[in-house]
């Protein structure tokens, strides 16, 4: 029964985690493009460095969703094995990043897929074991999140 508790917790987490995820990307895309531009600190810093650099250097024509999701399998996977590095350029505002996501016809349930479909590919390359409790400790509270919907 323990184990059944700890995969069912692991689980409501994880979704917790996607849905601050889609909030962040849904308040992005609502925002005015004149709001004040504010990077993101830590490894949501880095998830959407990583994102935003694949895609403007992907080869034209390439698939957005799965650059997507390797951008933010890749960066997940640095973070697990201890391999992470400080991003070569601060990230963007979010604003600016959901524009370069728009730009690529992304819009925020698409970028919640891919970034669902990176965080399985992630915790199936480590077994299922991935604590992602202690992986999104960094993510940013309260004023960044918005954890309600």
Known sequence: MAAIA???????????????????????????????PNSIPGLAGKLQTAVATALTSAAPGSDANQTIQSAIATTLNNELSGSSSTPASDPTSPQAFAALLKSFNI????????????????????GGKVDFGQLFKSLPAGSTLNATG
């Open 107 to 126: 819009n925020p349930t698409q970028f919640h897929q891919d970034f669902a479909a990176a965080l399985q590919s992630v915790n199936a390359t480590h």
């Open 6 to 36: 700890g995969v069912s917790a692991g689980a409501s987490l994880l979704l917790g985690v996607l849905q601050q995820v889609s909030n962040v990307a849904q308040n992005a895309f609502q925002k005015p493009a004149a709001a004040t």
